[in-house]
């Protein structure tokens, strides 16, 4: 059997929040490597359009 296994590797650590509307979300920083760490939020997706609908979207904060 060819079948290959797969390793697990911590990229980051998420947290649950609250917007100022009581929308739960998750926020954190992920470590990229080379590329640095970001900041993220994962938001839980509330009317899914059809089947192929993502369950939630990621989210990079970018500075201004």
Known sequence: ????KMALRKLGALWKKSDK?????LA???DLGV???VQ???FQT???QNEQSPDA????FEED
Do not use: S
Request: aromatic share 4%; no cysteine; net charge positive.
């Open 21 to 25: 509307h009581g929308k739960d979300y």
């Open 40 to 42: 993220i939020a994962v």
């Open 35 to 37: 590329l640095g760490k």
């Open 28 to 30: 954190g920083q992920l």
């Open 46 to 48: 509330t009317e899914k």
């Open 1 to 4: 059997g060819g079948e290959k």
């Open 57 to 60: 979207t990621i989210h990079m």
